[in-house]
């Protein structure tokens, strides 16, 4: 009886880890990882700006706001082609040289809110993952327009009230300085 308990305990722990470690495992957790692992797209419709979507409040939120737990809350933004607004807050080291897949830290909204996007409410500071190529000469405190795909969102390896944190994962194939 104690040896069947103990195989039943062991098998039970053995599986809590083998599930907590696939958990764990998932991919890159900073944006210049999920930048460098970027392939180049051969799809040639990401260039047809009519294909991205405006976003309204509703839609922006939910977007920008992934849940930690995709398999109890989905997420069915995947593939979907927005259009965001913002002003870049940082370049990585090396920005200016990259030639293949990089990002620059913005602050971005659902709509053109020029200079005085940081102080919204409805703002979130977010990656813009991209090949150089596409996401073009900007500099700390351009505005842009950014067309963006939206894939799976990432896990960032923090957690909050001991739930996963997860940013969104936003591949722009062209960005536009507006002002």
Known sequence: MVGLCGSILANNSSGNSTDEA?????????????????????????????????????????????????????????GSRVVLYGKVDELPSGYETATGGTYFDATVSWHDLGPIVSWSLNSVDVPIIGLRSDLGDVEPGSNLAIYAEVRRPFLTGSKVFDSALRKPFLVAHTVRVIR
């Open 22 to 78: 696939a958990k764990t495992v998932e991919g890159p957790t900073d944006p210049q990882s999920l930048a460098s692992a970027l392939p180049a797209v051969e799809d040639t419709s990401f260039g047809d700006l009519n294909s991205y979507k405006t976003l309204d409040e509703s839609e922006f939120k939910k977007i920008m706001h992934p849940s930690g737990n995709l398999a109890e809350y989905p997420y069915p933004y995947v």
